[in-house]
């Protein structure tokens, strides 16, 4: 049996623990914040009217086989702690112009069929011909890369790939270069292109092989879990305390101490002895890791290409707005989107809010989230990080945030969805709170802009690992359980 300590009771941090708790080990895991969940964070906002409840991070679940899998792993149930709900449409698409908007489904044919209704028969056809590329990447990106540790581009280039894997996954080739080949509809290659943004990335420097992203979401469907998906945390958090593990809020890792090459324990801030750890697993970002807990100027210096971050409204809003689930209000100018969020430094242009964004609005049909008569939106847009360099925007500037809010009402309403006048309230979600929330720094959802190679579970000291959305094999709930499935099965069990 090993002292294992887990830094972050995010959703990577408490699956890990269970996981190694199921396999014997004793688990303690320390949590900054109050309750757990990390980026998968929840608000309630209350008002005559009743309560509001947000989820303020992700809003839809992917590859519900992975979470399947990871309650079974530890002796459970996932249809006992959680009511999945399948999304149709998954996300509606609505593009600039008068045209009609496209909803996205499960069903691969249907879709297609979908696309040839809303944008042409040959939009359709260049649609499935791109589908089946995506499919060879989704396979062989499963098969090879998805479920096992990557430390290296050795690992990498070690895989034993076919040759038509190679040739789909298109190394050196981007999404944006993906999607001209093969889309020539410009309202496909733009819902191509936000795929990227999925992993943080600019569709414009994002590996082609992200084709896979769309792949599993399509392929696998998408799921809403009644009262938010927060409750996957709160399930978690039971699977652990069941499990034995113990979980401590409230209290702040501030160093990992190493000796030999190998870790000793974790240092809590306001506490003189040490915490004693055979094996420490950080569920924080790579770059706090490296720059903070565990100082490594290499690991370090391989973390500077940050993540796009996300500007969020939180809204109460009286009526009905006949909304899907999820939907995408696309700009006329998309790549003006891109050079503001990440500026060109290089050039000597500073990022800043984009004037005309993509606008991802949420709106629950859920009555456990949201009085009667009335909808919680959560509104997102891509931001460029928190920060004073080049590549970042002072979100803390004041009147900013209130400025921005303001715009993108304005958006929404000039794109057919004013609810300026049926507001009950608004709240705002800049990626300094994100910052201040999460110890994300800057913000940044996804740690680095995605990449086929991320940050490696295994870190530099015997004993030390990595999990969550910064590391290997990426960010989403359904990448971030993977990699706890990865450091747990490294780790091994007790006996």
Same mark, same amino acid.
């Given at each position: 049996m090993a002292r294992i300590v887990v830094i972050g009771a995010g959703v990577g941090g408490l699956a890990t623990a269970a996981r190694l708790a199921v396999s014997g080990h004793e688990v303690t895991v320390f949590e900054r914040s109050d309750t757990v969940g990390g980026k998968l964070g929840r608000h309630?906002?209350?008002?005559?009217?009743?309560s509001f409840h947000f989820d303020t991070g992700p809003s839809l679940l992917t590859l519900p086989q992975v979470f399947h899998d990871l309650f079974e792993a530890t002796g459970a149930k996932l249809d006992e702690y959680l009511d999945l709900t399948?999304?149709?449409?998954?996300?509606?698409?609505?593009?600039?112009?008068?045209?009609?908007?496209?909803?996205?489904?499960?069903?691969?044919?249907?879709?297609?069929? @979908?696309? &040839?209704? *809303?944008?042409?028969?040959?939009? !359709? /056809?260049?649609? $499935?011909?791109?589908?089946? %590329?995506? =499919?060879? +990447?989704?396979?062989?990106?499963?098969?090879?890369?998805?479920?096992r540790a990557v430390d290296s581009p050795r690992d990498l280039a070690a895989l034993a790939w076919r040759l038509g894997d190679?040739?789909?996954?298109?190394?050196?080739?981007?999404?944006?270069?993906?999607?001209?080949?093969?889309?020539?509809?410009?309202?496909?290659?733009?819902?191509?292109?936000?795929?990227?943004?999925?992993?943080?990335a600019d569709p414009r420097r994002a590996p082609a092989a992200l084709v896979a992203v769309p792949y599993a979401e399509l392929a696998f469907g998408g799921w809403y879990l009644r009262g938010g998906l927060g409750t996957l945390a709160d399930a978690l958090l039971s699977r652990?305390?069941?499990?034995?593990?113990?979980? @401590?809020? &409230?209290? *702040?890792?501030?160093?990992?101490? !190493? /000796?030999?090459? $190998?870790?000793?324990?974790? %240092?809590? =801030?306001? +506490?003189?002895?040490?915490?004693?750890?055979?094996?420490?697993?950080?569920?924080?970002?790579?770059?706090t890791v490296y720059r903070d807990l565990l100082p490594h100027p290499?690991?370090?210096?391989?973390?500077?290409?940050?993540?796009?971050?996300?500007?969020?409204?939180?809204?109460?809003?009286?009526?009905?707005?006949?909304?899907?689930?999820?939907?995408?209000?696309?700009?006329?100018?998309?790549?003006?989107?891109?050079?503001?969020?990440?500026?060109?430094?290089?050039?000597?242009?500073?990022?800043?809010?984009?004037?005309?964004?993509?606008?991802?609005?949420?709106?629950a049909d859920d009555p456990m989230v949201r009085p009667a008569g009335h909808e919680a939106w959560f509104v997102l847009v891509n931001a460029a990080r928190?920060?004073?360099?080049?590549? !970042?925007?002072?979100? $803390?500037?004041?009147?900013?945030?209130? =400025?921005?809010?303001?715009?993108?009402?304005?958006?929404?309403?000039?794109?057919?969805?004013?609810?300026r006048d049926r507001l009950v309230f608004r709240e705002t979600r800049t990626p300094a709170d994100l910052d201040a929330a999460t110890a994300a720094p800057g913000g940044s959802i996804y740690g680095t802009a995605g990449g086929l190679l991320r940050p490696a579970n295994r870190g530099p000291a015997r004993g030390l690992w990595l999990v969550g959305g910064s590391t290997h094999p990426g960010g989403g709930l359904p990448m971030v359980t993977l990699s706890a499935q990865i450091v747990a099965d490294e780790i091994g069990p007790a006996w």
């Open positions: 309630v906002r209350d008002t005559p009217a009743g399948p999304l149709d449409p998954i996300v509606r698409h609505v593009f600039p112009g008068d045209g009609p908007a496209l909803d996205s489904c499960a069903d691969p044919d249907e879709f297609a069929a @979908r696309i &040839g209704v *809303t944008l042409g028969d040959r939009a !359709a /056809a260049d649609w $499935r011909r791109l589908w089946r %590329r995506a =499919a060879r +990447v989704w396979t062989a990106s499963h098969r090879d890369i998805l479920r190679l040739a789909a996954i298109g190394p050196g080739r981007t999404l944006r270069g993906l999607g001209r080949s093969h889309l020539s509809d410009p309202r496909l290659r733009m819902l191509l292109d936000r795929y990227a943004t999925y992993t943080g652990c305390l069941d499990l034995g593990v113990t979980v @401590r809020t &409230g209290e *702040t890792v501030t160093r990992i101490d !190493a /000796a030999g090459g $190998r870790v000793q324990g974790v %240092r809590l =801030a306001g +506490v003189h002895a040490p915490v004693p750890a055979d094996v420490v697993v950080a569920n924080a970002d790579a770059l290499g690991r370090l210096a391989a973390l500077t290409d940050r993540s796009l971050a996300g500007f969020v409204l939180l809204l109460g809003v009286r009526g009905d707005s006949g909304l899907a689930h999820h939907n995408v209000f696309f700009p006329d100018d998309y790549d003006a989107e891109f050079d503001a969020v990440f500026g060109a430094p290089g050039r000597g242009v500073r990022a800043r809010p984009a004037t005309d964004p993509t606008v991802f609005v949420t709106v928190h920060g004073t360099a080049p590549d !970042a925007v002072d979100w $803390r500037r004041p009147g900013l945030a209130d =400025a921005y809010a303001d715009r993108i009402l304005d958006v929404l309403a000039a794109r057919g969805v004013d609810v």
